[in-house]
């Protein structure tokens, strides 16, 4: 995640940047938008399913929105660990200087708006948001262990 942004929890992310979506500025449909928003986050390349798994995504949703940004000359997919079946996603060198001018700019506005909050209002809401990701996510597979079995 990018070092130095005193918003790089992901769980700070979900309430501010899902509030004002910024994707109509970038001239992104949403699921592209998030796609390089989470691959810039993690700063690596990243397997199509990681994608889907990290946005809760349908690999469908999440392989047509990537077909697009390669075709668009964004991103490039590469085989992962010499597995042509499974395929990482990198930034082209357009794609760098896109996301410097889209993303890139919604981390600083992230920033800025984090800024405002004092250290411990942070720390809180960091503490704050995980404890509710972590509470989603159990909550998430109960209700899918119980709809599997068809309760």
């Known amino acids: 995640m990018l070092s130095g942004n005193p918003m790089t929890e992901s769980t700070m992310r979900i309430p501010c940047c899902t509030t004002v979506w910024p994707g109509p500025a970038a001239r992104l ?4 938008f998030w796609l390089l928003y989470t691959l810039r986050s993690e700063e690596a390349p990243l397997t199509q399913t990681q994608l889907s798994e990290q946005l809760s995504l349908p690999k469908q949703t ?3 929105a990537l077909k697009k940004l390669v075709e668009a000359g964004v991103l490039r997919l590469e085989a992962a660990d010499g597995n042509l079946k499974n395929k990482r996603v990198c930034l082209t060198e357009a794609g760098e200087a896109f996301l410097r ?8 506005v992230e920033s800025a708006a984090a800024a405002r909050l004092t250290e411990e209002e942070r ?11 972590d509470a989603f996510r159990a909550e998430t597979e109960a ?6 079995i068809g309760d």
């Open 101 to 108: 001018r889209t993303v890139d700019r919604v981390f600083g």
């Open 143 to 148: 209700f899918l262990q119980t709809a599997a």
């Open 29 to 32: 449909p949403d699921c592209a």
């Open 123 to 133: 720390s809180a809401l960091v503490a704050l948001s995980q404890k509710l990701l």
């Open 62 to 64: 999440v392989n047509s």
